[in-house]
T-cell receptor, first 113, second 115 residues
Framework: SQQGEEDPQALSIQEGENATMNCSYK?????LQWYRQNSGRGLVHLIL?????REKHSGRLRVTLDTSKKSSSLLITASRAADTASYFC?????????????FGQGTRLTINP | DTGVSQDPRHKITKRGQNVTFRCDPI?????LYWYRQTLGQGPEFLTY????????KSRLLSDRFSAERPKGSFSTLEIQRTEQGDSAMYLC?????????????FGPGTRLLVL
């Protein structure tokens, strides 16, 4: 399978706590993206980090990228019940002309009120 | 911006039948992608169009699968002689040019069940 791996597969925390999800990928990348998917719905883009970037912020989201370890992490601070969803990392391979996203298996996040 | 739309949202068919799904991308987006997602897994890439040209196909896309994007607007994905293993959510996404892969905007998906 081309898919990367995400850790943990499931995470349950209390509202207000921080949630951290990790992702590993297999090949050199152009960029890495994080998406959110509510149950049974399409995916929503959260953030994109380029291979020459190490950290990026967007609101309550913080993404890090370590290309030497082929890994990324997504931190959601001050979690809310509405953050309950599955979160996927997706890498774009560093291959000429490559446009596809290679997704991880996802982390299912549950925020308990 | 009306977003990416897909039709139908749900499809139940019997094994051996043909099915066709439609995707309407965001109007100014020149790139269109199809992915397949099975329960509990991340989406898997199937194929990608830039305008009307199909530029990449996954080996997951067997001879029973065909996709088109006439005139570089909407796209169709056809599955011939469906098998139970084809049961999945079929997702369409679109993006504009620029960053490889870009920010992809996904439709709600078509959920296929093959009996």
């Amino acid at each position: 399978s081309q898919q990367g791996e995400e850790d943990p597969q499931a995470l349950s925390i209390q509202e207000g706590e921080n949630a951290t999800m990790n992702c590993s990928y297999k090949t050199s990348i152009n960029n890495l993206q994080w998406y959110r998917q509510n149950s049974g719905r399409g995916l929503v883009h959260l953030i994109l980090i380029r291979s020459n970037e190490r950290e990026k912020h967007s609101g309550r989201l913080r993404v890090t990228l370590d290309t030497s370890k082929k890994s990324s992490s997504l931190l959601i601070t001050a979690s809310r019940a509405a953050d309950t969803a599955s979160y996927f990392c997706a890498s774009v391979p560093l291959i000429q002309g490559a446009q596809k996203l290679v997704f991880g298996q996802g982390t299912r996040l549950t925020i308990n009120p | 911006d009306t977003g990416v739309s897909q039709d139908p949202r749900h499809k139940i068919t019997k094994r051996g039948q043909n099915v066709t799904f439609r995707c309407d991308p965001i109007s100014e987006h020149n790139r269109l992608y199809w992915y397949r997602q099975t329960l509990g897994q991340g989406p898997e890439f199937l194929t990608y169009f830039q305008n009307e040209a199909q530029l990449e196909k996954s080996r997951l896309l067997s001879d029973r699968f065909s996709a088109e994007r006439p005139k570089g607007s909407f796209s169709t994905l056809e599955i011939q002689r469906t098998e139970q293993g084809d049961s999945a959510m079929y997702l369409c996404a679109s993006s504009s040019g620029g960053t490889p892969g870009g920010t992809q905007y996904f439709g709600p998906g078509t959920r296929l069940l093959v009996l």
